[in-house]
């Protein structure tokens, strides 16, 4: 509802939550921005990518919250700094774990066509470890941006969203253009 995409945008300290049912005839509850909880739900996408048929996956990992930035000179750039941190050590978490799984994939492919080729290995293929690994069908391509300015984060003027749009929209691009131009 549009309740729930105003809640997304309910960040505290700055903004309050934001009063949405959860499903119909359900009692209203009180939403804050869902990134507290998942900021980065790549294993979500993850999932989604391997149901695709589609055989060239990519995934494109926009990191808001950079771990390096320039050390804090006052209270409120302390405090912007430990949302920062906060945000940023779950994504590297989560963006490691998409890498090994990639890597996960690409290791069982090789290990299936050693299978293939020695009749009393064959046998591991009903192992459930392999057919758990197995699930996973074709590796992904990360594409990371990472967003290095940590000055603004907390700026909702007009002109502060648009030109953090702006440098995205261009990282984006430049991202996509180097995809463009390894596959030609």
């Given at each position: 509802?549009?309740?729930?995409?105003?809640?997304?945008?309910s960040?505290?300290?700055?903004?309050?939550?934001?009063?949405?049912?959860?499903?119909?005839?359900?009692?209203?509850?009180?939403?804050w921005?869902?990134?507290?909880?998942?900021?980065?739900?790549?294993?979500?996408?993850?999932?989604?990518?391997?149901?695709?048929?589609?055989?060239?996956?990519?995934?494109?990992?926009?990191?808001?919250?950079?771990?390096?930035?320039?050390?804090?000179?006052?209270?409120?750039?302390?405090?912007m700094?430990?949302?920062?941190?906060?945000?940023?050590n779950?994504?590297?978490?989560?963006?490691?774990?998409?890498?090994?799984?990639?890597?996960?994939?690409?290791?069982?492919?090789?290990?299936?066509?050693?299978?293939?080729?020695?009749d009393?290995?064959?046998?591991?293929?009903?192992?459930?470890?392999?057919?758990?690994?197995?699930?996973?069908?074709?590796?992904?391509?990360i594409?990371?941006?990472?967003?290095n300015?940590?000055?603004?984060a907390?700026?909702?003027?007009?002109?502060?969203?648009?030109?953090?749009r702006?440098?995205?929209?261009?990282?984006a691009?430049?991202?996509?253009?180097?995809?463009?131009?390894?596959?030609?």
């Amino acid at each position: 509802t549009p309740s729930h995409v105003r809640a997304s945008g309910s960040l505290p300290p700055s903004f309050p939550p934001t009063p949405a049912v959860p499903e119909a005839g359900g009692v209203e509850q009180l939403y804050w921005d869902g990134g507290l909880f998942d900021n980065t739900p790549l294993s979500k996408v993850i999932s989604a990518l391997q149901e695709s048929p589609d055989p060239h996956k990519i995934m494109y990992v926009v990191n808001l919250f950079p771990s390096a930035a320039p050390v804090p000179q006052n209270i409120q750039e302390v405090v912007m700094r430990m949302m920062t941190l906060a945000f940023s050590n779950k994504a590297e978490k989560d963006l490691k774990r998409a890498y090994q799984t990639t890597e996960m994939i690409r290791f069982v492919g090789e290990l299936e066509k050693i299978m293939d080729r020695h009749d009393d290995l064959r046998r591991l293929k009903e192992h459930p470890g392999f057919k758990t690994l197995k699930q996973f069908q074709a590796p992904i391509h990360i594409v990371e941006l990472t967003n290095n300015d940590v000055s603004g984060a907390s700026d909702f003027s007009a002109s502060g969203i648009e030109q953090r749009r702006r440098t995205g929209y261009e990282a984006a691009s430049e991202q996509i253009r180097k995809l463009e131009l390894a596959a030609a």
